[in-house]
């Protein structure tokens, strides 16, 4: 292991996490950094981390191959990096959160060696069990005279799976899901999400922005030694060999106050809300981050899985937020997969506050969003249980075996759809026995329907290890 990373982990944990942890408010501090991705690590003391790396310069044909070109949008590339790393300080924090840009200092990396480096223990102490982590990676290409920006976007808790035991990344993540109990908790339904990883539709970016990032960077890039632009400061250099972590301090709402653990850093930067604003408008899946961060944060305080900072508690409002604004924002037609994952995210937030109601709407609303995707309809199946036959009946749900039907027809050997539409049954043949099914609920047939179900998960296999 590098000396200067032996020296964070023997740091890190004294002089910067009791601030990380806590809320999002002037004053609030955190960990920040940014490394050679060659050199991959996150901040182990910290409840999650935020890895963007920095995304790559290519062409879509050999016509705009022009190497200076290249070279030229790959140092801009570089340069958001930095200023989507500033723009986490801007936005919930949700407690106990490390930043490190991961930059291309000595060549390119393959965002999955970077992952995988950092499950297994890079440079850095290997992420640990219920640790959260989001991954922001990404593209920036041309074609012809055109200029776009594509972003890919991951997110897990991390589970207890020793490293180098699971065959495939998603291995190490925690599922995602919930749970609804039925009648007097008798009986369980089930729902997983699925993988927290989109890739994002192209965005068209123009040549003058690419140019007011690179100018945005010239000043946000330059420590001071007082919180003002008239102050004095140095650029930040980005080279090889010569990774940061520091402290993060907000002060006054436009300044970061930095100390780099290591020596070198120490003063203030300038992050600019307005700059927040425009990253935002022109990336909308920032705001995704934001929200799929807070989830996570949520999940992780419920799950119990390491002894992490609970989030504050306006962390699911500040997620649902972030999310609904995606949603509101990003109304290419190409985004419809992505839109479904954060109304699914929203809809599983006001599950866990036994909002059921606003649950089944977002269900809804993810399974309009991309038809074809079981899992979807499989939410919206739990959720109008839960509204009719959890205790008294609630207005607004539909049959949850229809849903759950729907979901087996995109994929008839989906064992958690099988296993919901047995319990569900089952539980309806109870309520049959005492005249108490709910009006609007089909439960003609249970018997020889539920034979049929039964018959049908007798012959399905469970899924392999991810």
Wanted: aromatic share 8%; with cysteine; charged share 20%.
């Amino acid at each position: 292991m590098p000396p200067f990373l032996a020296k964070a982990r023997h740091l890190i944990p004294v002089s910067l996490l009791v601030a990380a942890a806590l809320p999002f408010t002037t004053g609030t501090a955190g960990a920040g950094g940014f490394t050679a991705c060659e050199s991959p690590f996150v901040f182990d003391g910290s409840a999650a981390n935020i890895v963007p790396i920095e995304y790559l310069a290519t062409t879509a044909d050999q016509k705009s191959a022009d190497p200076d070109r290249r070279r030229q949008i790959q140092e801009t590339a570089q340069h958001l990096a930095w200023l989507m790393k500033l723009d986490s300080w801007h936005q919930p924090t949700y407690g106990s959160l490390g930043v490190v840009s991961h930059m291309f200092l000595e060549g390119t990396c393959e965002p999955d060696v970077v992952l995988d480096r950092l499950i297994r223990g890079g440079a850095s102490a290997p992420i640990r069990p219920g640790q959260v982590l989001v991954m922001l990676q990404g593209r920036i290409f041309t074609e012809g005279e055109d200029i776009f920006l594509q972003s890919r976007l991951r997110g897990f808790r991390r589970n207890a799976v020793p490293p180098g035991e699971a065959p495939t990344l998603s291995g190490y993540f925690e599922d995602e899901g919930l749970t609804a109990t039925l009648g007097n908790g008798s009986a369980a339904l089930t729902a997983t999400l699925p993988l927290l990883d989109i890739t994002f539709a192209p965005r068209a970016v123009t040549r003058s922005e690419l140019q007011e990032i690179d100018s945005i960077f010239v000043e946000a890039s330059i420590v001071r030694a007082e919180p003002s632009l008239s102050s004095r400061g140095s650029p930040l250099r980005f080279k090889p060999g010569q990774p940061h972590a520091f402290t993060v301090q907000i002060h006054g709402g436009e300044w970061l106050k930095v100390e780099d653990i290591f020596g070198g850093i120490s003063g203030y930067i300038h992050a600019n809300p307005e700059v927040s604003a425009f990253l935002h408008r022109k990336l909308p899946e920032l705001d995704f981050l934001n929200g799929m961060l807070g989830y996570l944060r949520i999940r992780q305080a419920r799950s119990g899985l390491g002894d992490y900072p609970p989030p504050p508690e306006s962390a699911a409002r500040q997620a649902e937020e972030r999310l609904t604004r995606f949603i509101e924002r990003d109304e290419d037609a190409r985004a419809a997969d992505a839109r479904a994952l954060a109304a699914a995210l929203i809809g599983s937030l006001a599950a866990d506050g036994e909002d059921w109601r606003g649950a089944r709407a977002r269900f809804a609303e993810a399974a309009a969003a991309s038809p074809y995707r079981p899992v979807y309809r499989t939410l919206l199946g739990v959720a109008d249980a839960r509204l009719c036959c959890a205790a008294a009946p609630a207005p607004g749900f539909d049959d949850p075996a229809r849903s759950f039907t729907d979901s087996l027809s995109l994929d008839p050997e989906n064992l958690v759809a099988l296993r919901n539409l047995d319990t569900f049954l089952a539980s309806l043949a109870r309520l049959a026995e005492i005249n108490a099914v709910p009006a609007g609920i089909d439960a003609s047939r249970l018997a020889q329907r539920r034979e049929v179900v039964q018959k049908v998960l007798s012959n399905v296999k469970e899924p392999q290890n991810r």
